[in-house]
């Protein structure tokens, strides 16, 4: 009976215990809202879930922090721009707050940290490049969110998210959505750094600038906030603003600076104040940084700097030379380099107005300018620009100079052309000499480095077999075998040679070469060999001698001449070049079928001559040109002959056809003359519209805001002109800056 009692009361104690535990878990459900069911979810989402997620990203920013790699020789981005190729390191890590913080909203959907974890997630995916994903993770939390802060916290990254995608409206939706909510500390500072950083990336750098200044209260001292405060230097510097940009240089070594950071803004100082004040010598300044062991790597930024400062000096041979010395001084890190070039490019185009060499700097600079630099597109249309104008320089040189040999008679213009090989044949000698000594001093080296235990990182590239034949190889894959020789990748190089040699000596008749011998067939060539009379005979048929090759050679000559003044014109604006270019080709070839056109372009440019005279001319010697008849429209108005509006339109479609295929100086010259012709029409805004654009393909920043400016004073009632107010309002930062 007891044994019966007994067993009775253990199976309802069980039962009991089993209907708490039941009642406890469905108590506990993630969907219930009571206290207790609450707080167990809020107690297991924070500690099982979303503080091991959150730990991860600080993992994950802190290595993406420690592995960025910063360009100073651009304006540094107020916060870093989110790179999936920078966050490839840490994609496990990513991947694993994704992970963590979604158990949040899929086992605790009662829990007051779901808003969290789903911010979480959205950060992570911008972080990996997923922005579709981020942005969209974003929204849901604003939309569906339940704490206040976390929405802001959520709305904060969204607008970032659209700055990285460049959907600049959406972000300033965002911002103008939370400029009236109140933000805590943490949500206030953030969102005044996205604000600045949104302002920055559109270029408005003084709106970025003046909401900086009201943030860095809010900064804690540290790393980043002298990584901002650089970037507010920078942005400064680039205002013309350089005492206000030298205070925040200071305070960058108020905020424990990397070294790298540190050296940046010391040496930006010492350049501010070396342009702000000339009694102040920067030169004991320059001598430390450059005698500091610790700056070995980075004397080349050092140099650059001081051909910056005597470049804005107007020292520019001194400038030359530092930057000559700033790439000589490149160690392993060939990043200056590009920007050394470029600076060099722009001194011999603006300052020196020496073309061909500015050609040679910017062709350098591209090649190894990184594509995503903001100037890369700048410097490419610029380069666009020389490549023509140094090949019509070329054609004109080459074709006078061969020319000037098609008059010299037969037995002197042999002995010349055997003067001419005579010289390539001691100039491939010489560095034939030149590779067996480099070769000699390799094998030397080569005994050493196979016997090298050390890092192959630290081993010299020149001196590593290995890295040697893989140059080779790549080399020979694009460029196949080429001799060794100046110019190798020209295709023809002839006219060079008979340019470059007009003061050889001839070489007597049956002499041998200085440089002859039994060794290699090129140095041992004689007068006598058939490979010196076939280099002899491929000179000759370069050389205009007979009517029909002369005739052709003035033909390019002439063709170069027109190109070449409307380059100076439309391209360069560099009027009194092409008038005197002009005149030349007037001169050199009074019968060209351009002077019609060429007295046209004299009419509008020569400005120190009489301009009426080229009109007289132009009326009396072509009374029947397309170009007459731009001069004689009475009273701005078209001419009543045929369909003038059909013909406005037509024109503007071919011009428009030019720029749209990146013609832009041919399109620029027919453009102005169109601007006349067409004066009145109904398609006149067009035309200006054009001009607009085609004036910030070839003159860049300022000429295009003067162009956008005087648009809105010449067609107050035109319907393009809100499509210019949109784009001139776009350019706010460069218009304060002129008038600041």
């Known amino acids: 009976m007891r044994i019966n009692q007994h067993l009775a009361t ?46 991860k990203m600080r993992e994950a920013e802190m290595a993406m922090r420690k592995n960025r790699k910063e360009d100073y ?17 840490v994609n496990d890590l990513l991947q694993d707050v994704i992970k963590k913080a979604s158990l949040v909203p899929d086992r605790h959907q009662n829990s007051k940290w779901v808003d969290n974890a789903y911010v979480l997630i959205g950060k992570a995916r911008l972080y990996k490049g997923q922005f579709t994903d981020g942005i969209e993770t974003l929204r849901y939390v604003n939309a569906k969110g339940r704490d206040e802060e976390d929405k802001h916290e959520g709305l904060i990254w969204l607008m970032r998210a659209y700055v990285e995608t460049k959907d600049y409206n959406s972000a300033l939706s965002v911002a103008e959505y939370l400029r009236s909510q109140p933000l805590n500390d943490k949500n206030t500072r953030d969102y005044y750094l996205v604000k600045a950083y949104l302002h920055q990336q559109k270029q408005e750098y003084t709106l970025s600038l003046a909401i900086l200044e009201e943030t860095f209260d809010l900064l804690p001292k540290g790393e980043e906030t002298a990584r901002i405060h650089f970037s507010a230097a920078q942005m400064y510097d680039l205002l013309e603003k350089p005492q206000a940009a030298n205070v925040h240089y200071k305070e960058v070594f108020r905020n424990n600076p990397s ?75 060939t990043t200056q380099v590009p920007y050394t070039y470029l600076e060099m490019a722009k001194v011999y185009y603006d300052k020196l107005q020496n073309y061909e060499l500015a050609k040679a700097y910017f062709d350098s600079s591209l090649a190894l300018l990184p594509k995503t630099s903001p100037q890369f597109q700048k410097i490419t249309e610029r380069k666009d620009v020389l490549d023509e104008f140094v090949k019509q320089l070329t054609t004109i040189r080459t074709e006078d100079s061969l020319q000037r040999l098609s008059q010299m008679n037969p037995g002197t213009l042999d002995k010349f052309l055997d003067g001419v090989i005579e010289k390539e ?50 080399f020979r894959q694009r ?82 001449y027109y190109k070449l003044g409307k380059i100076y014109k439309f391209s360069l604006v560099e009027p009194e070049n092409a008038v005197k270019t002009f005149l030349t080709t007037l001169e050199r070839f009074p019968a060209t079928n351009y002077k019609p056109e060429l007295y046209y372009l004299l009419f509008l440019t020569d400005q120190k001559g009489k301009p009426e005279d080229w009109k007289a001319k132009l009326l009396a010697e072509f009374p029947n040109s397309s170009y007459t008849r731009l001069l004689t429209k009475t009273n701005g108005s078209i001419a009543a ?51 607009i654009y085609l004036l910030g393909k070839l003159q860049g920043r300022e000429a295009y805001l003067k162009a956008l400016n005087s648009f809105i004073k010449d067609f107050p009632t035109s319907p393009l ?19 600041g």
């Open 479 to 560: 460029w196949g075998n080429r001799p060794l020789e100046d110019d190798w990748r020209r295709s023809s190089k002839v006219a060079a040679l008979l340019t470059q040699t007009d003061n050889i000596t001839p070489v007597a008749s049956g002499q041998k070469p200085a440089n002859a011998n039994s060794n290699g067939d090129a140095v041992a060539m004689t007068k006598d060999s058939p490979e010196w009379k076939a280099k002899k005979d491929a000179l000759y048929r370069n050389i205009p001698l007979k009517k029909t090759e002369l005739d052709a050679s003035n033909q390019r000559m002439e063709d170069a």
């Open 73 to 89: 020789n651009q304006i540094l981005p107020i916060l870093p721009i989110l790179d999936s190729t920078e966050a490839q390191p």
């Open 721 to 739: 002109l809100p499509r210019v107010r949109e784009v001139l309002e776009a350019q706010q930062s460069t218009s304060i800056k002129k008038n």
């Open 10 to 55: 253990s199976t309802g104690l069980q039962l009991l215990l089993l209907l708490g535990v039941a009642s406890f878990f469905s108590g506990c459900s993630q969907y219930s809202t009571g206290g207790l069911s609450v707080g167990y979810h809020n107690l297991n989402a924070k500690f099982n879930a979303y503080i091991i997620a959150r730990d």
């Open 259 to 333: 070294y790298d950071l540190g050296f940046f803004a010391n040496m930006n100082s010492l350049q501010n104040d070396a342009l702000t004040n000339t009694n102040v010598s920067t030169e004991g300044g320059f001598k430390r940084m450059l005698s500091d062991r610790k700056n070995s790597d980075l004397r080349d930024r050092l140099y650059y700097s001081m051909g910056v400062i005597e470049t804005r000096k107007k020292n520019y041979p001194a400038a030359i030379r530092f930057f000559e010395e700033s790439v000589r001084q490149t160690t392993t890190n």
């Open 641 to 691: 002959t045929g369909n003038p509006e059909l013909e406005a339109i037509k024109d503007y479609e071919k011009i428009l056809n030019l720029y749209q295929n990146a013609n832009y100086s041919e399109a620029f010259a027919q453009l102005e003359m169109a601007i006349v012709t067409y004066s009145g029409s109904k398609v006149e805004d067009k035309y200006a519209l054009l001009r």
């Open 425 to 474: 044949l001691e100039e491939q000698a010489r560095k034939v000499k030149e590779a067996q000594k480099l070769v000699e001093q390799a094998r030397t080296l080569n005994a050493n480095v196979l016997n090298f235990n050390g890092d192959p990182a630290d081993r010299f590239v020149l001196s590593d077999p290995t890295a040697m034949a893989l140059g080779k190889t790549e």
